[in-house]
């Protein structure tokens, strides 16, 4: 059995005591940075250090009347610290906690998002190798084309989220950036060396550059990346939808004992799992459409993306851990009907080797054109008719003008659709098999 996932881990990254205790982790490490430089007294950083904390239900009182989230933190904090408090925040504007935090939460969110896609991947892999030689119909248009297998969807769908994995870590990277600046990114009021430090203790890199506030286009990529993940999500689930149709009946969603389907219908099995994800789809795309409206912000900052990202933050990523659990769960546990399959496959009495016969007449020296309008002719009146397409080829004198009755059969291979299956597995999977 796959595990679950503890969407309360991920709730719990954007809990106010997990923001306000790297606030104030923020915070002493500056402290410890200019008490290096001999800016800060070494017995002021240990008082610090031993009375800092904080009371959540303190904070958003002061909040109340202040109006500033991180002056009334400060102030909770300093309640407690005493004279020492004014050695807190020297240099130091509210961007410069609140950004560098804001970092340290999507980093710890990316992680979890990243242990969801691995144990995804694991999913679609085994899958893949259960049904890789499980034949079935190829659509475009929603119109049978030609043979597959089932395994080289499922194997498709692993090539996809291996690229969201990799994007998933390069927007991780992209965002692991801080800033300890002041007001205007100019450190006006503290040194280089002082961001370096608390930077280097958050896990993070210093952004080589900022104004007030860390650039906006770095978060308008890790929520785009979220909602590229998102969308491929909604791309499985609507293949899952289609091919629980009852006219199509090739596979369906798992459907519990006791489950019910309709209020009014009895005998009703819908998607309800893959109906779910593709809706949750488009909100996690349209905050990554709000991320790329904050990147346009007044001069040095303006506060028009901070209660946006309050939203979207928490929101794409605890939307998208349950979607990657749900998908998950739902790939796992897909019942799958391989006699559907067949029966789908030969639906249309074997049209679906036309192009075999159009290639076969090519290499008898007919132009394309030709052999098109050949086998074009004799596919249409085999639909016409309801016959069997061989039927229909063998009895067609203007193709036994160019193939012999044998040749004729000898298009209708399966086998031969299918023969480079392994090899793009192993191009996918990058194993022997």
Known sequence: ?????????????????????????????VCEAMAKRGEVPVAALKTIKEKAGFDVERIE????????????????????????????????????????????????????LEEDLLVFLQVLKRRAYDYRRTPMIGRTHGI??????????????????????????????????????GAVGTFAHLSPEVEAYVCRKCGLQPAPISSQIIQRDRHAEFFTTLALIATSVEKIALQIRHLQRTEV??????????????????????????ENLMGLSRVVRSN?????????????????????ERIIAPDSTILLDYMLDRVTQLVDRLVVYPQAMKANLERTRGLIFSEAFMLRFVQK?????????????????????????????LKDRSILK????????????????????????????????
């Not at 499922?154 to 994007?167: F, K, P």
């Open 144 to 181: 049978h084309a030609e043979p597959i297998t089932f395994g080289l969807s499922l194997a498709l769908w692993y090539a996809e989220m291996e690229r969201n994995l990799e994007r998933l870590r390069q927007a991780k990277e992209r965002i692991a950036y801080g800033k300890i600046s």
């Open 288 to 308: 990554a459409f709000a991320a790329l409206e904050n990147v346009a912000l007044w001069h040095e900052r303006d506060i028009s993306h901070s209660s946006v």
């Open 249 to 274: 009946a090739e596979a369906e969603e798992p459907f519990g004992q006791g489950q019910k389907g309709s209020s009014a219908m009895p005998h009703k099995r819908n998607p309800i799992a893959s």
């Open 365 to 393: 020296g007919l132009s394309r054109k030709e052999a098109y309008a050949l086998v074009q002719k004799a596919a249409f009146r085999a639909l016409r008719e309801k016959k069997e397409f061989p039927a229909i080829l």
């Open 402 to 433: 160019h193939l012999k009755p044998e040749e004729v059969k000898g298009c209708f291979d399966l086998f031969h659709s299918l023969r480079y299956v392994d090899r793009i597995f192993r191009r996918v999977f990058r194993a022997k098999m």
């Open 1 to 29: 059995m796959i595990p679950r996932y503890s969407r309360k881990a991920m709730a719990a990254v954007w809990e106010p005591e997990n923001r306000f205790r790297k606030w104030l982790q923020i915070e002493i490490w």
């Open 61 to 112: 009182k002061i909040e109340k009347v202040v109006k500033h989230d991180v002056i009334a933190f400060l102030t909770a904090v300093g309640e407690r610290l005493g004279p020492e408090a004014r050695y807190l925040h020297l240099g130091l504007t509210s961007s410069d906690i609140l950004d560098t935090s804001l970092a340290m939460l999507l980093v710890e969110a990316a992680k979890i």
